[in-house]
């Protein structure tokens, strides 16, 4: 069984900051790709980020330039650094990570970027 658990979502203004936190726990013996899906009302979950086990990263269009995806692997944790918030932003966010062939999803983080 594995767990992952989000934080670091909030309400914040636009232009600003916030990162979030994903940590995993249970049965990990290692784990291959990691990444970050969000969610907005009205919306089908598209990908926001992902990272690789050596590190590739990838990104939504969207996103270039403004969030940054990194992993410590001691710690079991992906994490998504998001700058130059923009209204458009707001959704929940989910991590997911692949052990094998396996994947497994989070509860999902709250971001709302006011105006």
Do not use: H
Not at 29 to 57: C, D, H
Request: hydrophobic residues 35%.
């Amino acid at each position: 069984q594995v767990q992952l658990v989000e934080s670091g979502g909030g309400l914040v203004q636009a232009g600003g900051s916030l990162r979030l936190s994903c940590v995993a726990s249970g049965s990990i013996f290692s784990i291959n790709a990691m990444g970050w899906y969000r969610q907005a009302p009205g919306k089908q979950r598209e990908l926001v980020a992902t990272i690789t086990s050596g590190g590739r990263r990838t990104y939504a269009d969207s996103v270039k330039g403004r969030f940054t995806i990194s992993r410590d692997n001691a710690k079991f944790t992906v994490y998504l650094q998001m700058n130059s918030l923009k209204p458009e932003d707001t959704a929940v966010y989910y991590c997911n990570i692949y052990i094998g062939s396996s994947l497994y999803w989070g509860q999902g983080t709250q971001v709302t970027v006011s105006s």
